[in-house]
């Protein structure tokens, strides 16, 4: 059974970057028909899409997030990672990790349990 | 980017009734649309992909629907557990992916 875990610190500094660990077990993140994702939700509101990684390193992330994102991979751990830079308030969130194919289904199928990144000095 | 609109943003129901959540893409998005349940403090599970395939292991009283731009969510008989928020989300742009804002569905 596919098992996603995210992981890093639930306070972050305004201004600072926020950097969060998705370990993904039960199955290689290295799968040709998988990318894998940032989604988060602020307190009491909706899902955002971050952005999304391919096994290979090509990434696409939520313009609106302008190039503050940076999500990396690393195959041979079988994690990603999400970075995201001068966060503010705005940014407090849970986090999600998540898996989606290329191709049918092209939904999350797979999440993480979530955690919790609260911005605040 | 591709926006979606649910309606209604709330909804209550009782227990037995039939329910239908729509959810409206800003362009066509073909069949590639996506409904999940969120449940408080938990994360979203698929229920349906491609706008009326059953996720594995999703009770058959859920259906979905459409194509193009307008899709819907049935949920034929409303069992305790359903209630929840539910979300659509386009899968046409897997560069940029969208969400709808969410329909509550909470007991009558």
Same mark, same amino acid.
């Given at each position: 059974q596919l098992q996603l875990q995210e992981s890093g610190p639930g306070l972050v500094k305004p201004s600072e970057t926020l950097s969060l660990t998705c370990t993904v077990s039960g199955g290689s993140i290295s799968s040709s028909t998988y990318y894998w994702g940032w989604i988060r939700q602020p307190p009491g509101k909706g899902l955002e899409w971050i952005g999304s990684i391919y096994y290979s390193g090509s990434t696409y992330h939520n313009p609106s997030l302008k190039s503050r994102v940076t999500i990396s991979v690393d195959t041979s751990k079988n994690q990603f990672s999400l970075k995201l830079s001068s966060? *503010? !308030? !705005? %940014? *407090?969130a849970v986090y999600y990790c998540a898996r989606h194919g290329l $191709? *049918?289904?092209?939904?999350? %199928?797979y999440w993480g349990q979530g955690t919790l990144v609260t911005v605040s000095s | 980017d591709i926006q979606m609109t649910q309606s209604p943003s709330s909804l209550s129901a009782s227990v037995g009734d039939r329910v239908t959540i729509t959810c409206r893409a $800003?362009? $066509?998005?073909? $069949?590639y649309l996506n409904w999940y349940q969120q449940k408080p403090g938990k994360a979203p599970k698929l229920l349906i992909y491609d706008a009326s395939s059953l996720q594995s292991g999703v009770p058959s009283r859920f259906s979905g629907s459409g194509s193009g731009t307008d899709f819907t969510l049935t949920i034929s008989s409303l069992q305790p557990e359903d209630f929840a928020t539910y979300y659509c989300q386009q899968s046409y742009n897997i560069h940029l992916i969208t969400f709808g804002q969410g329909t509550r569905l909470e007991i009558k």
């Open positions: 966060v *503010t !308030a !705005a %940014d *407090t $191709s *049918t289904p092209r939904g999350f %199928d | $800003s362009q $066509s998005i073909s $069949s």
